[in-house]
C-alpha cells in the first residue's frame, strides 16, 4: 500500500472510531448545559482544565516518548511499557505530597480528591492507549475512544439524572469511564504481558526522559495559551461568565475532533516515512497542503452555522456565548497547524527547541488577558487566544525550516485567514441577511483553495480505487 494510502487508511478508521462518538458527545451540550448551571459548568471547566494541565507535570510526558520509542523496533516495547507504567505511579506518589497545596487554593480546595482521581486515571489511559496505538492496533485504539465515549455518557445520565450529583457527576463520569477504558485495553489487548519488572532498562529510560521531559513546558505554554484565560475571567468576570467562555470553548471543538483524528494516523506515517529524502518532502508538502485547506474550509463551514448550532445544542440561557465563538475558531484552526508542525520535532527527537514558539504565544496571552479581560470581557479573552495562536504559528513556521523542507503555503494561509476574519466580524455585526452573506464567504474560501481541493479530491478517489482493486 502507497504511503497515501496508508495515511487514508488509517484516518478512515480513526474516523469512524472517533469522529462519530466525539460527535455524540458535542451532541451531549443541549443535556449538559439543561442540567448545569453557568458557573457549575464553569466550575466542571476548570476541574478538568487543571487536571490536563497537571497530568504531563506528574508523569514527565512520558506518554509522548511511548509512542516515539515502542515504534521504534531497536527497543523492547515490553520495557518501553513498564517504564511508562512505572513513571505514572512514581509520579503520582510525589504528587501526592503536594495535596497541601490545592487544599490552600480556595478556587480548587473543594475539589482535591477527585482532582486526585482523574489524574490518577488519566495518566494510566494514556499510557495504555498511546502504548495499543504504537503497536499498531490502530482498529483497537479507535474502538476504544467509541467505547470510552459511551460509557461516558452512560455515568453521565446516571450521575447527572438519577443520582443528581451535578458538576461531581459530570466530572465523575469521565473518570469512570478512564477506569472501565484501562480495564478494557488490559483486556482485550493483553496489555499484562508487556509489563516486565524483572529486567529494568535505566539506560532506555533516561532516553525516553531526555525525549519526553521538554515537552513538560510545550504543554504548560499550550495550557496557558488555551485555558488560563477562563482562570482570568473567573476572576475578573466570575463562574457565570467562565462557564459562557467554556462553552463558547466546545464549538470550535468541532474543527479539533477533526485535526485529532487526522493528526493521530499523521503521526504513524510521519515517523514511518523519515529519512527517504526528497520524496518524503514532496509526500510532507502535499500532506500539509491538504490538511490546511481541510482546516480552513472546515473553520469557515463552523462560522457559517455557529448560531444555528447554539440555537440548537445550547439551553436558552446559554445562548450569547456564540458571540464569543468567531476568534476561538480562527485560533482553532492556527493551534491545529502549529500542532501539525509539532509532529516534526517527534520524527528527529528533537524537541528541545519545540517550547519557544508555544512560550512566545503563552507569553502574548498572559498580556493581553490581563489588558483586555477587564475591559472587553469574555471577548477579550477569546481575542487573546487567537493573537497568541497566530504568534505560535508564526514562530513554527519559520523554525521548522530547520528540520524538514516543506512548502508552507504562506500566501493561501494568509489569503483564507483574512477571509476568516472578515466572516467572523461580518456575523458579530448581526445584519439581517447574515446566513446568505456567511454562505457567500464559505464560497469565496473554497475558491481560493480551489486548487488543492480538486487535487484533493481526486487524490482520495484514486486511493479508494486502489483499495477497492487490491
Known sequence: MSRYGR???????FAIGSFSSKLLVFFMLRYYTSMLTPAEFGISD???????????????????????????????RAQVFTIGIKTVLAGFIV?????????????????????????????????CAQFVRSLGYVRLFAFDGF??????????????????WGLYGYVGSIIGSNILS??????????????DLAHPNP?????????????????????IVSASDRYMVTWFCGDTAAGMLATAHKIPSLLTIVSAIFYQAWQISAVSESGQGRSTSKFYSETYDYYLTLLFLAGS??????????????????????????????????????????SFYMVSKRNATVPVAICAGAVVNIGLNLLLIPRAGVLGASFATLVSYLVSFGIRAVDIRRLVEIDLRILPTAVSFLLMMAQGSLL??????????????????????????VRLVFGVLGQLRSLYQS
Open 301 to 342: 463551514g463552523i462560522m457559517m452555522l455557529i448560531q444555528p448550532i447554539t440555537k440548537i445544542l445550547y439551553a436558552p440561557s446559554y445562548y450569547e456565548s456564540w458571540r464569543f465563538v468567531p476568534f476561538l475558531v480562527v485560533g482553532e484552526v492556527f493551534s491545529s497547524l502549529v500542532t501539525f508542525l509539532g
Open 428 to 453: 458579530m455585526r448581526s445584519s439581517e441577511h447574515v446566513f446568505l452573506i456567511q454562505l457567500g464567504m464559505f464560497l469565496l474560501m473554497l475558491l481560493v483553495n480551489l486548487r488543492a481541493v
Open 147 to 164: 467505547f470510552a465515549t459511551f460509557t461516558t455518557i452512560g455515568l453521565n445520565i446516571l450521575f447527572l439524572s438519577g443520582l443528581g
Open 7 to 13: 495515511l487514508m487508511g488509517n484516518t478512515m478508521v
Open 203 to 223: 539506560r532506555l529510560f533516561r532516553e525516553m526522559l531526555r525525549y519526553s521531559v521538554p515537552l513538560i513546558p510545550t504543554t504548560m505554554f499550550w495550557w
Open 95 to 127: 504528587f501526592c505530597v503536594f495535596s497541601p497545596v490545592f487544599l490552600a487554593i480556595d478556587m480548587l480546595s473543594p475539589y482535591t480528591l477527585i482532582i486526585y482521581a482523574y489524574v490518577l486515571c488519566g495518566m494510566l489511559k494514556s499510557v
Open 46 to 76: 476548570r476541574i478538568t482544565t487543571t487536571c490536563n494541565l497537571l497530568m504531563p507535570f506528574v508523569m514527565l510526558s512520558i506518554n509522548e516518548a511511548i509512542l516515539r520509542f515502542a515504534m521504534d523496533r531497536s527497543f523492547s
Open 182 to 195: 484501562i480495564l478494557f485495553l488490559f483486556v482485550v489487548a493483553r496489555l499484562g504481558r508487556y509489563l
